[in-house]
């Protein structure tokens, strides 16, 4: 990749577009960025950075606030416009910071295709580059501030370096996946430990415990049965009970009804007075409200409409006398008022005038508010001034950071190792616990062993003996076929002084065969028996020989000590996992309190560099606003006093201020006054025309209303006659002498229902009860109350004993339950526990190999180092002349730390290697150089096809002497050739000297502007 046309635009500390046509440096050469400090010569880097990856090009400066510039207008863009070439290819790209906040993106590709989405095109600048910004900023454009970061880091750090940089991420996952199975494998096993723990079961002795509960099970099961049994004989025992109860339940509520109901017709009969009295005051208030209530209610309705209608025509003839005499008042008050249009266009007049004087006093405000405004600008750049004092005061006094960091990182080193340690002592707690119970296993098997010998020479002995009866059986049966002067089948002697005799055991071949069979099975038992004692003590002496290998090597680290035996190993393991972990809970404090001391002094150092970084930039761009604006209103305010100063024109502004607002206030205190007067004017002329108007009108409505109300006053007179004749007629004919006897035969709606329904209701109820009398002397006829409680008493004990034994038979179902349950699930726990015991051994042991001091990926990457170091050492030693060779050292300062990529400088002259980091400020950048253009070397050599056609280096050669800095030119100048570019940036005078090809910054109130300079 090499740039060939750069814009940036309200970029940094460029205000408006700044284009650079780095095309015109040539293809190949060193060309260098100067100007003062802090004119923005890096911006340059940044803005390269920012193009292609959208992050800037060292660290600390990838906010976009902070890239935006602050002499920029608001409704200036911010963005870098690149034209590069790669491959021969020419490429555009342009990144834009939005002002919410993100990034707008546009790449052009050779063909002319456009790409804008910033995943996209992120992806497709790495495949074009051939680097990642990591790698780009660490082989390709060295950063100040990360400049000597490879040379002085340690192993940890540089393997993070060279991870991104030779992608030997994939070892490192390995190692992580090793880790993660090791955990896994670790969970597992503790989970499947905690599975027997909840369970109250040790692990290693879970065999006694499974033949305890299956004994518990067989014997829970009979109680079971026994239980079901006996519940039926009670269930069917309260069935019959229940069925006896019923039906005694429902003789005995039959004879307490017939009770009652006798009861209910006795006191039926002695109603019937009283009955009688409610027809008759039923029947005659029936035709008081059905015949004569309506002719009373009209009529009195009547009567009172013309009540009514009276006393409207009263209030009707009072509206009209009141609207007529407010109709003259109405027609006084308009002749009374004063012309409404004199009084207008007086308070037009003055109007005018206060606009003049209040928009003179507008213009003087916005000027004393602009002139407090740069005062309390100029406030603020005294106190930001101040801030920025203290800060690099803080910076200046605090200690390194990388000091405390060194100390905290050996003490995780030395957690991280105690706690590998207790990890492998718990493994050999572990590892005691299984030896014990294969020691209890084989002593187990040894007396069974015994057993069965003694069953085998049992079953020998029965044998011998039965031979020995069967052939003494066989001799005599033989002998009692014998006959004088025939031969013996067996000696063929024709003489037998002697036979043999019957025995008195009858041995047959089957008793013998059987009793033989028997020894045969009893010698194969003592045979398999013997071999599994055989196998459980050879399985004991390697675990044990193991296990005090390991406990050796652990804890007195040496391969075998023949003074720790089985029997004192398991205390002295206790002793040592005690140790270690208390000493892990004293590492871990200590780590805590580093950690917080570190964490506080990096607090206080990025707060103090945030502040500086922050307030320098805005010092400078205040300084430069507060002179613009204090220039600005001495313009504006010389239109009013013309040979004012900044220093004279508080004063001026204030008293010229203080006049206007007092005319203004004057004017505007009489357009008041003015304006309140025209206003009660025009509101008295409305209200005075709305008034006569409204009386006008209202005199109209009222004559109106009044004849209307006198014709329905004579209707209502005659409609009351004829309703008053109607109800006398009604009282003569249906019986009522007067008001007053109808008023007391009268009854309410609701009353008279009331009245019908009790009578109804009497005579249904007689009738029912009658009914029920019938029924319920058929139904106890020749029957006798039976007793309750007895059978009550009887059910209850019944129920109260099935319900003791079905308490007592799901209790021991809910035991066989719980018993079988956890039975089963450790049965299959404890096959997941051998396997998983096999597995976590394994993976532990590859784990703690591949994760070692000198683990896979580093071990890999000192092949990278090694290569990166000679390429590194061309240029080192002749900028050193001779002097410096860089060295990977073999082994770290700190044995438990990681080894293989700590860099040590040997010194020709004293002939002995010693620490990077004590080389000088200008040996130091030699070697951060060199080893830079090592790394920019063996990428290249290694990526297969990436070429890098630009380099950039920001600062460092002030450090340097003049005859290193002439050899350090000359190997850069040396490395262009070829079609290579390098870019430096530097204030160093001897380098504008030597440098023919130039970018030169310069730094102005309102934004810095860059030129080419070619000699």
């Not at 050193?880 to 730390?897: A, V």
Request: proline share 2%; charged share 35%; hydrophobic share 40%.
């Amino acid at each position: 990749m090499r740039p060939v046309r750069l814009t940036m635009s309200a970029f940094g500390s460029y205000a408006d577009a700044q284009t650079l046509e780095l095309a015109e440096l040539g293809a190949s050469g060193l060309y260098l960025i100067t100007g003062e400090t802090g004119s923005g010569k890096t911006t340059v880097f940044d803005a390269i950075s920012f193009a292609l990856f959208g992050k800037a090009s060292g660290s600390g400066r990838d906010d976009y606030v902070m890239l935006r510039s602050d002499f920029a207008g608001e409704k200036a863009k911010t963005y870098v416009e690149l034209d590069f070439v790669s491959g021969g290819s020419l490429y555009r790209i342009k990144r834009g910071i939005r002002k919410a906040g993100g990034q707008e993106v546009d790449l052009v590709l050779p063909d002319g295709t456009t790409w804008n989405k910033r995943k996209d095109v992120d992806q497709k600048i790495a495949d074009v580059v051939g680097l990642d910004r990591e790698q780009f900023a660490q082989i390709a454009m060295i950063a100040q501030n990360d400049f000597l970061r490879f040379l002085q880091s340690g192993t940890d750090d540089r393997l993070k370096i060279l991870r991104r940089i030779f992608d030997t991420a994939a070892l490192m996952r390995f190692q992580e996946r090793i880790k993660e199975r090791v955990k896994c494998e670790s969970e597992k096993r503790a989970r499947l430990i905690h599975d027997f723990e909840r369970h109250e079961v040790d692990v290693y002795r879970r065999g006694e415990r499974f033949a305890e509960w299956e004994a518990q099970i067989k014997a829970d099961r009979v109680e079971v049965t026994r239980a079901d049994r006996k519940l039926v004989e009670y269930d069917k025992a309260k069935e019959k009970l229940a069925a006896a109860l019923a039906l005694a339940e429902e003789l005995s509520k039959k004879f307490s009804e017939l009770s009652k109901v006798l009861a209910a017709l006795e006191k039926h009969a002695g109603m019937s007075d009283e009955i009688g009295a409610l027809k008759r005051r039923a029947s005659r208030g029936e035709t008081a409200l059905r015949k004569v209530k309506p002719h009373s209610d009209e009529a009195q309705k009547t009567a009172a409409n013309l009540v009514a209608a009276r006393k409207a025509l009263a209030e009707a003839k009072e509206q009209e006398n009141a609207a007529r005499a407010e109709l003259e008042r109405a027609a006084k008050a308009v002749a009374e008022l004063a012309p409404l249009t004199d009084a207008q266009s007086a308070f037009a007049a003055l109007t005018k005038e206060c606009e003049v004087a209040d928009e003179r006093l507008k213009k003087l405000n916005r000027l004393r508010a602009g002139r407090d405004e740069i005062s309390g600008k100029q406030t603020v750049l005294v106190s930001e001034k101040s801030e920025l004092a203290a800060a690099l005061k803080i910076l200046s006094e605090l200690p390194p950071v990388a000091d405390r960091q060194s100390a905290l990182d050996r003490l995780v080193k030395k957690l991280d190792t105690a706690k590998d340690a207790l990890a492998k002592l718990t493994a050999l707690q572990g590892m005691f616990g299984v030896i014990q119970k294969k020691g209890g296993e084989l002593r187990a098997a040894q007396s069974v062993f015994e057993s069965v010998s003694a069953d085998f020479a049992e079953a020998d002995g029965k044998l011998k003996a039965l031979e020995e009866a069967f052939f003494r059986s066989q001799a005599g049966i033989l002998a009692s076929g014998l006959t004088d002067g025939e031969p013996c089948p067996v000696c063929g002697s024709k003489k037998h002084p002697a036979p043999a005799a019957l025995s008195g055991d009858d041995v047959s071949e089957t008793r013998l065969k059987k009793s033989r069979d028997s020894k045969e099975k009893a010698a194969e038992k003592r045979e398999n028996q013997s071999k599994v004692c055989a196998s459980l003590k050879t399985e004991v002496k390697t675990l044990a020989e193991r296990f005090i290998a390991d406990l050796s090597a652990q804890i007195l680290h040496t391969p075998n000590t023949p003074n720790v035996s089985l029997e004192t190993g398991g205390a002295l393991l206790d002793e040592k996992i005690k140790a270690t972990e208390s000493a892990l809970r004293t590492l871990a404090k200590k780590k805590a309190s580093a950690e917080k001391e570190l964490s506080e002094l990096k607090a206080k150092s990025d707060d103090a560099a945030k502040k500086r970084d922050t307030l320098s930039p805005k010092v400078v761009s205040l300084q430069s606003e507060v002179d613009t604006l204090v220039k600005r209103f001495i313009g504006d305010f010389r239109e009013y006093s013309p040979e004012t100063t900044w220093k004279t024109s508080e004063k001026e502004l204030a008293e010229l201020c203080s006049r206007t607002k007092g005319d203004a206030d004057a004017l505007g205190a009489r357009k008041k006054v003015d304006k309140k007067a025209l206003a009660d004017l025009t509101e008295k002329c409305d209200a005075a025309a709305k008034r006569n108007v409204k009386a006008e009108s209202a005199v109209k409505s009222a004559a109106t209303l009044f004849s209307e109300r006198k014709a329905n006053e004579r209707k209502q007179g005659e409609l009351g006659a004829l309703a008053q004749a109607a109800f006398e007629e009604a009282l003569r004919s249906n019986g009522f002498a007067d008001g007053a006897e109808y008023a007391a035969a009268l009854i309410p709606e609701d009353t008279l229902a009331v009245l019908v329904k009790q009578l109804s209701d009497y005579d249904k109820n007689g009738e029912q009860l009658r009914r029920d009398l019938e029924r319920l002397k058929g139904e106890t006829a020749e029957k006798e109350r039976p007793d309750l409680e007895q059978l009550k008493a009887k059910a209850d004990a019944a129920k109260s004993e099935s319900a003791a034994l079905r308490e007592k038979r799901d209790e021991l179902k809910r035991r066989l339950n719980k018993t079988e349950s956890a039975l089963q699930e450790l049965r299959r726990a404890a096959a997941d526990f051998e396997k998983v015991e096999r597995t976590y051994a394994a993976v532990k042991q590859l784990s703690d190999t591949a994760s070692g001091k000198l683990d896979f990926e580093t071990y890999a990457q000192m092949a990278y180092f090694e290569r990166v170091l000679r390429a590194a050492n061309l240029r080192l030693k002749r900028m050193s002349q001779n002097r410096y060779t860089l060295l990977r050292k073999k082994e770290s300062g700190d044995r438990r730390s990681k080894t293989g990529l700590e860099i040590e400088v040997l010194d020709a002259y004293t002939g002995k290697a010693r620490s990077a980091n004590s080389l000088s400020g200008g040996e130091s950048f030699m070697a951060s150089l060199s080893l830079a253009l090592g790394l920019s070397d063996v990428v290249q050599q290694n990526a297969g096809g990436i070429r890098l056609d630009a380099m950039f280096i920001d600062e460092g050669f002030g450090s340097l002497d003049a005859d290193v800095l002439e050899l350090a030119v000359r190997i850069l100048s040396e490395m262009t050739g070829g079609g290579r570019i390098i870019g430096i940036i530097s204030h160093v005078a001897e380098l504008r000297e030597r440098i023919d090809k130039q970018v030169r910054v310069e730094k102005t109130t309102a934004g810095s502007r860059i030129s080419l300079a070619i000699q």
